[in-house]
Nanobody, 125 residues
Framework: QVHLVESGGGSVQSGGSLRLSCAAS????????WCWFRQAPGKEREGVAA???????RYADSLKGRFTISRDNVKNGVNLQMDSLKPEDTGMYYC???????????????????WGQGTQVTVSS
């Protein structure tokens, strides 16, 4: 059974850093697209970052330079390093994976690909 688990969320002050991790069980992720999404209170879920099997990365324009996605093939997952955090980065962060890039383009389609349950990130000013 495919299972994704996010970890690393928490509370941090503005300007701080957090490192999120997403680990998979039930399948090998080396050939998959991985992506991170986030959902702020009262807002729609949005894409944050994506990485392919060759470790090519994509980021939301507003997050370039502050967030870094990377693969962790030893732990069978991905990480999201978040630096210079701002209060507007507060939200629930989700990871998703699938062999098809489509999973990273559809933040509301949790019926497509494998998804985690999310980890909360809170940034205070």
């Amino acid at each position: 059974q495919v299972h994704l688990v996010e970890s690393g969320g928490g509370s941090v002050q503005s300007g701080g850093s957090l490192r999120l991790s997403c680990a998979a069980s039930g399948f090998t992720v080396s050939d998959d697209y991985w992506c991170w999404f986030r959902q702020a209170p009262g807002k729609e879920r949005e894409g944050v970052a994506a990485i392919d099997s060759d470790s090519k990365t994509r980021y939301a324009d507003s997050l370039k330079g502050r967030f870094t996605i990377s693969r962790d093939n030893v732990k069978n997952g991905v990480n999201l390093q978040m630096d210079s955090l701002k209060p507007e980065d507060t939200g629930m962060y989700y990871c998703a994976a699938d062999p098809n890039l489509f999973v990273c383009t559809q933040p509301m389609r949790t019926d497509f690909g494998a998804w985690g349950q999310g980890t909360q990130v809170t940034v205070s000013s």
